[in-house]
């Protein structure tokens, strides 16, 4: 199956098109001028919010993609934070005063790294329940959060929320001032390890597996992936039929590789290496790739993105090693929000039990509201076991986060990785 071709989106002037430097008033008046946005609106933020989505890389390039988002800011009034909800509370719970200063901002903008249909079918329910529109963009967590910090960096306030999985990158966040201080009203409901008060929240966790296409193995190979688990990989028989993640796009990726080194041995992965896999710089690219049957078998794709898939009737199952890695995805409201009093609604919306459980839910994830039930029913297939041991501090161990530019030097030697 191929991607749907991005939808059209209205032409830029060339100073948006093609940006030498950030764009600014002073370089490119069309940006800001109320004539041209008025011209160009009409129908440009559902087909960019498309077109962004599907495909990032087949329309302009990143900082095509960036001028996109920018025109996307104009169309949806997202230049500065100017409402009412700045003189709000940082953290009060949801108030009809709240409610009132969202409302009337009319909108937000959601940049997730999270699996998009099961988010989109999330937000739905604020959207429902309040009347505010969410703009969505999707990235890879990594290049998702440098995207983001160089908005800001840059002046250019776009985001108004950030779902991310990396807690490195959300503790350097909070380090540079760029989470809104604000702590949701049921912030005690939540684990220590993956929330920070006054910058963000988590939202639900997954672990790291092994994932296999059953209908492209024959039973006794299926029968020796499920006893021989994660270490089967270096088996010639799965040669050209393997996809890895790429742990240069992300360090939930690079983690769960340094676990497998450490438990397996580098003679391990050099004997996958030889099976030849094919590196994926993506989840979701990937567990299509194995649905569809190009390869079969996936190293590196979250529980929640397989059972995802299986949930949809797909012939996946899936496993982990002895010892894997957890990743959560966590929320916080960017600091310069230029929908403050939307994006505060939203936080306590999303941090609700309910809510919580709801997204969860639909992105196959395991809640992390405490006492929230765990309604996914994969956990009673007779193929699938618990993890047994979890490495989920990894975002906040000083000697992995040190060592990993050397762990990436001898893994692209290994696979022959050049980028």
């Not at 009412?84 to 997730?112: F, Q, V």
Request: proline content about 6%.
């Amino acid at each position: 199956m191929h991607a749907a071709a991005a939808p059209a989106v209205a032409p830029l002037p060339a100073c948006i098109r093609t940006p030498a430097k950030p764009l600014s008033r002073r370089r490119c008046p069309a940006v800001t001028s109320r004539a041209w946005i008025t011209a160009q609106c009409k129908g440009f933020v559902e087909t960019a919010e498309k077109g962004l989505a599907m495909n990032r890389r087949r329309l302009l390039g990143f900082a095509g993609l960036t001028a996109a988002a920018m025109v996307l800011a104009a169309c949806t009034g997202t230049t500065a934070p100017t409402s009412d909800g700045d003189s709000l509370p940082t953290g009060n719970g949801i108030s009809e005063e709240l409610i009132a200063a969202a409302k009337a901002e009319g909108t937000l903008t959601l940049y997730h790294g999270t699996t998009e249909e099961p988010t989109r079918e999330w937000v739905k329910g604020f959207t429902e329940e309040y009347g505010i529109n969410v703009v969505q963009l999707r990235d890879s967590s990594n290049p998702l959060y440098s995207r983001w910090t160089q908005e800001e960096n840059a002046g250019q306030h776009i985001a108004d929320l950030v779902i991310l999985s990396d807690l490195p990158n959300m503790l350097e966040a909070s380090e540079n001032k760029l989470w809104m201080d604000y702590t949701p009203a049921e912030f005690a409901k939540y684990p220590d390890v993956s929330k920070r008060e006054g910058a963000f929240m988590p939202l639900y966790s997954l672990y790291q597996t092994l994932t296999y296409n059953t209908d492209q193995m024959t039973k006794e190979e299926v029968a020796f992936i499920q006893s021989a688990g994660v270490k089967g990989l270096s088996d010639p028989r799965f040669k050209n039929r393997i996809s890895i993640g790429n742990p240069h796009n992300a360090l939930q990726i690079l983690a769960f590789f340094d676990v497998l080194a450490e438990q397996y041995g580098w003679d391990w992965l050099e004997a996958v290496a030889a099976n030849k896999p094919r590196v994926v710089d993506s989840s979701n690219p990937q567990v299509q790739s194995l649905v569809q049957g190009e390869e079969a078998l996936a190293l590196a794709i979250p529980s929640s993105v397989a059972a995802g898939q299986w949930a949809q009737g797909a012939p996946l199952e899936f496993q982990y090693p002895d010892r894997t890695t957890g990743v959560t995805w966590m929320m916080g409201i960017s600091a310069g929000a230029p929908h403050p009093a939307a994006a505060r609604l939203f936080m306590e919306w999303a941090t609700s039990a309910k809510a919580n459980s709801a997204f969860a839910l639909l992105g196959q994830g395991e809640p992390t509201y405490q006492g929230a039930e765990d309604a996914r029913t994969f956990l009673k297939e007779s193929w699938y076991e618990a993890p047994r041991k979890v490495w989920d501090d990894w975002g906040v161990d000083k000697e992995f986060l040190d060592g990993g530019k050397d762990f990436l030097a001898q893994w692209d030697k290994v696979f022959g990785y050049s980028g």
